[in-house]
């Protein structure tokens, strides 16, 4: 790469999940090297395709899907996708000539550092969970850089010796956005206790059937609500919460999750790797509600390690609805019980992982 811009090609999507740890390390790459050319390939209709151009990326698709485990027309179709994917990648591979192909999961990024691998490209992989998915597990063997966030990721993996922890990139706006400006961002008064609600970049239907009765309470209260409910159901939660707009604030989705981290004092989400991370470089308790139909039920396993450090509250999804309530209101009563969990969440932070991917990038490059 001598001479000429550095040329890279990030491969992640799906949900928001595996989409933003690749952002956060395309936008340190970008702030380093102006001139760089970073594209991003995905999936059409999935939130990528949004995203990456709104972020100012170039984005190209490939057609493939998640592999349906039963039986069905779907099913049936995907060794057809996965052939055509595999032959889009590595056209594009060979057509775009990255220096470094960076996979950060979805089923997107299977086709993508195959073809990358199969051509002689270097390729890193960042895998968010504490458990490694099938994608992650297959193409690790041949991997120049894995990149994890849990110790005992490494455990699954059959091949060691190419693992760094690392930890989860984050947005670099995290952290940096006062509690003051947080508030005025959403129209809320700062000295009241604030709770963050949100089930990842899809929402969360039994997060927000738990939410939606206690909202009036919490706002007769005196207490506030910025609430991302994803698209289903929004227009229902909406009507029923217009007479307390000063007090509850209701989005499908929320862009800037700098502004409603620092406008808070607790969130109610789910446990996917990305999320945590962005709890943890903020320092803000959560009560977490792990996606019961997550492979390996690996959201349960990431909840864990926030418990275990005092930094969060577990509650299952069947539990919801039923523990809740009085969860939420036990913890904004608390706030001695709030800083401590806040300051347990800190100290599982990583803020430094966007930065030192990127290192580990740059590295890649000058190797190629």
């Not at 032959?87 to 086709?111: E, H």
Request: glycine share 10%; net charge positive; aromatic share 6%.
């Amino acid at each position: 790469m001598e001479g000429r811009p550095l040329r890279l090609m990030f491969a992640g999507g799906g949900t928001g999940g595996h989409l933003y740890p690749a952002l956060a390390i395309a936008d340190e790459l970008r702030r380093r090297h102006e001139d760089a050319v970073i594209e991003f390939i995905g999936t059409r209709g999935k939130i990528e395709s949004r995203v990456v151009p709104e972020r100012g990326y170039p984005f190209f698709t490939i057609w493939i899907s998640g592999l349906r485990r039963r039986v069905s027309a779907a099913t049936a179709l995907f060794p057809i996708k996965l052939a055509v994917a595999l032959m889009q990648s590595a056209l594009l591979v060979l057509r775009r000539k990255p220096d470094v192909v960076i996979g950060t999961g979805g089923y997107v990024c299977g086709p993508v550092v195959a073809a990358a691998q199969f051509l002689g490209r270097r390729t890193l992989l960042q895998e968010q969970n504490s458990l490694p998915g099938a994608t992650t597990k297959l193409l690790a063997r041949r991997a120049d850089e894995v990149h994890v966030a849990f110790p005992r990721t490494a455990e699954q993996l059959a091949r060691k010796d190419n693992v760094h922890l690392t930890g989860n990139p984050t947005a670099q706006s995290l952290g940096t956005v006062s509690r003051a400006d947080g508030a005025r961002y959403f129209g809320l008064d700062p000295a009241r206790k604030t709770l963050l609600v949100f089930g990842g970049s899809r929402g969360a239907a039994s997060i927000n059937a738990a939410v939606g009765p206690i909202a009036p309470r919490l706002a007769g209260e005196g207490m506030q609500l910025v609430w991302q409910t994803g698209d289903e159901g929004f227009e229902e939660h909406r009507r029923a919460c217009e007479a307390l707009a000063r007090s509850v604030k209701l989005y499908r989705f929320i862009d800037n999750m700098a502004y409603a981290y620092a406008a808070c004092d607790l969130a109610v989400c789910r446990s996917g790797a990305s999320s945590l991370a962005e709890l943890t470089v903020t320092g803000v308790p959560s009560i977490l509600i792990p996606y019961p139909y997550a492979a390996a039920d690996h959201q349960t396993e990431n909840a864990k390690a926030m418990v275990e450090a005092g930094a969060g509250i577990l509650i299952p999804d069947a539990d919801a609805a039923a523990l809740l309530p009085d969860a939420i209101s036990g913890l904004l009563r608390d706030s001695a019980r709030l800083g401590a969990m806040g300051n347990a969440a800190r100290l599982l932070g990583k803020p430094g992982a966007a930065s030192a991917l990127a290192d580990a990038v740059e590295r890649l490059a000058q190797a190629q």
